[in-house]
C-alpha cells in the first residue's frame, strides 16, 4: 500500500493541478490514498511580491472547492485544508464548513513561503486553535526562505505539544541535517520525503526512527507523470521510493513511511 501525505489540486498561474491528473497518476503508479491541497490559496507568487487580486481566491472557497474534492472521491482523496495566513484568520464560518465536512478533512495545510509568515509568528495562534478544535495535525511546507526553515516549525511544535506537525520537504533544497535535528527531538514533529533524497531520509530513519517519517510527492506539480519524471525529463525520486528504497530498509521501516504513519497521523480508516 502507498500513501501520499501530500499532493495538490488546483490552477493558479502556470499550474492546472487538476483531480483528474491526480487520480490518473494514482491509478497508474499504484498509489492508493493523497492527501490534496489547493495551490489557490496562494498568497505570494515569489518573495516579496504578493499575488495580484484578479487571481487572489478566497480562503473559504478554496477550502470547498478541496473539500468537493475529496467528498467526490472519498476513497482515493483526502482534503489538507491550505489556509491563507499571512492576512486571514479563521473565522466561524470557516469552522461551521470543517464541522459539516470533518469525515473528508485530514490536516490544515500551511506555508511560510507563499504566505511569508512563519509558524512561530503569534499570528498563526487562530490557526492552531482551530487545529485543536479538530483535532487536525499541521502539515507545513518548509524551506526556501527565512520564514520557512523548520526550526520555526519546531518552535510551533513545542509550544503546541497537543498538536502534530509535519515539516513538509524538511528544507527544501538542503541537506535536511537542520530538519531532522528538529524532528528528532520532539513527538509531535514529522517529516516527510516530498523532493527529498533518498540519502537524507535513510539519514533521518537512523536519527529519528521510521516512525517520524511519511512519504509525499507534490504531486502532479511536474505533470500527470510527476511520479515517473520531473519536466527536464529526468527520472523521478518517486521511482527511487518505488523501488530501490524498498531493498534498502527493512519491511516494518519501509511500510511506515509508505503509508503506515500517515494513516496513524491522519487517521485514515477507510483503507484496509
Same mark, same amino acid.
Given at each position: ?65 478541496? @473539500? ?111 530538519? @531532522? ?75 511506515? @513511511? ?15
Amino acid at each position: 500500500m502507498v500513501i501520499d501525505s501530500h499532493a495538490h489540486i488546483g490552477r493558479i498561474l502556470i499550474l492546472n493541478l487538476s483531480v483528474r491528473k491526480v487520480l490518473y497518476s494514482m491509478k497508474r503508479y499504484n498509489v492508493d490514498f493523497s492527501l490534496v491541497s489547493s495551490i489557490e490559496s496562494t498568497e505570494y507568487f515569489q518573495e516579496g511580491k504578493r499575488l495580484f487580486w484578479p487571481l487572489r481566491k478566497t480562503q473559504y472557497g478554496v477550502c470547498k472547492k478541496t @473539500i468537493r474534492a475529496a467528498k467526490r472521491h472519498p476513497d482515493k482523496l483526502g482534503a489538507l485544508l491550505w489556509l491563507q495566513t499571512d492576512r486571514k484568520r479563521p473565522d466561524e464560518r470557516l469552522c461551521r464548513l470543517i464541522e459539516k465536512n470533518r469525515q473528508y478533512i485530514y490536516g490544515i495545510k500551511i506555508h511560510p513561503f507563499l504566505s511569508e509568515t512563519a509558524p512561530d509568528n503569534p499570528k498563526m495562534e487562530p490557526v492552531y486553535e482551530l487545529a485543536r478544535r479538530f483535532n487536525l495535525p499541521v502539515v507545513s511546507h518548509t524551506g526556501n526562505i527565512e520564514q520557512g526553515r523548520t526550526i520555526h516549525l519546531f518552535n510551533a511544535a513545542k509550544a503546541n505539544p497537543d498538536i502534530n506537525f509535519v515539516a513538509v520537504h524538511m528544507d527544501l533544497d538542503s541537506d535536511g541535517r537542520e530538519a @531532522i535535528d528538529c524532528i528528532s527531538q520532539l513527538p509531535n514533529l514529522y517529516g516527510d520525503t516530498t523532493w527529498v533524497s533518498v540519502k537524507t531520509t535513510l539519514r533521518a530513519i537512523e536519527k529519528c526512527g521510521s516512525e517520524k517519517i511519511l512519504f509525499g510527492t507534490d504531486n502532479p506539480i511536474d505533470g500527470k507523470d510527476h511520479m515517473l519524471y520531473n519536466r527536464a525529463g529526468q527520472r523521478s525520486l518517486c521511482q527511487e521510493y518505488f523501488n530501490e528504497f524498498r531493498d534498502m530498509v527493512s519491511i516494518d521501516d519501509y511500510e511506515n @513511511i509508505m503509508y503506515k504513519n500517515a494513516v496513524k497521523l491522519f487517521g485514515i480508516s477507510q483503507l484496509s
